[in-house]
């Protein structure tokens, strides 16, 4: 059993629904009685569940649309669990069922990266009492007819883990939203 083991380049920026996948070809495939595969990050820890992978009586069933088997085992773009991101170094071990020699062999993979999907923040909407509101907003006082609240709306776009805040209050807020904001009827500033 020889494998050599294959991955896609370093620095995937993978969509939440996709995966690091792997390439490994093994000669001498009828030797080969189990495969397991490991993601670890660079300090050790399992960052990508142990699989075993039965070769006993052919290719199992998992892998199928991924492997060929003619002279050597050929398997391409085999799906890890791996989707979050971080540093993952695969090994793949290959046990043999011969009872002489040599029965495991281990290969490793270069640190595969995957980057976090940085989603850019948008203000796509900021208003005041139904008014765009740019840089500075003037609210001027009128001692016979008082404004007493201001209506702030807003509506911002961006990823999902994405932190509003609104302040100096309510604090955080959602994406989208409306509040009433009262005013004091002395002059002051409010950033």
Known sequence: INPSLGNQPSGVNPSPRDT???????????QLKQLKLIGRAPDGSVNSELKRFDFSKGIPNV?????????????KNVPTDARTPGDYVFEITADSN??????TISLKTDTIKI??????LKIVQLKVNDQAADTKYFIPLNSSKPIRFATISWQVEGG???????????GKIPPVGCIIYPLSQQPSSQT
């Open 20 to 30: 690091i996948l792997l390439n490994w070809t093994i000669t001498n495939p009828k």
């Open 63 to 75: 892998l199928k649309n991924f492997c060929n088997l003619q002279e050597e085992l050929t398997c």
């Open 98 to 103: 011969k009872e002489s020699g040599e029965n």
């Open 115 to 120: 980057k976090p999907n940085i989603v850019p």
């Open 160 to 170: 999902k883990d994405m932190k509003i805040e609104l302040l100096p209050s309510p």
